[in-house]
């Protein structure tokens, strides 16, 4: 079973950027495809981008155009580039393969706060 540890969140104000990353261990990395979600208080649990084993990437569309997700197969991280965050994009950001839970467990998140 994968574990996933999240970093890079933070504030920071809209029209701002942020760039997140997940550690990943204990899988097979480069055979999953895999992802980031995002969840706000009262709301589940939603999926954010997918960065699929061929390097291939699929976007929510709210986001499409401003966050860019990538892949390093080599140290087992994932990343996301946010670009342009607005107040909507506030959340705890977690990573996690596809589909969710299923060959891994959450981790606990990285808080990003769009505000000011």
């Known amino acids: 079973q994968f574990r996933f540890v999240e970093s890079g969140g933070g504030l920071v104000q809209p029209g701002g950027s942020l760039s997140l990353s997940c550690a990943a261990s204990g899988g097979a990395f480069s055979l999953f495809p895999m992802a980031w979600y995002r969840q706000t208080p009262g709301v589940e649990r939603e999926w954010v981008a997918t960065a699929f084993t061929d390097r291939r990437t699929n976007y929510t569309k709210s986001v499409e155009g401003r966050f860019t997700i990538s892949r390093d197969n080599a140290n087992f991280e994932v990343h996301l580039l946010m670009d342009r965050l607005s107040p909507e994009d506030t959340g705890v950001y977690y990573c996690?393969?596809?589909?969710?839970?299923?060959?891994?467990?959450w981790g606990q998140g990285t808080q990003v706060t769009v505000s000011g």
């Open positions: 996690n393969s596809v589909p969710p839970g299923v060959y891994g467990s």
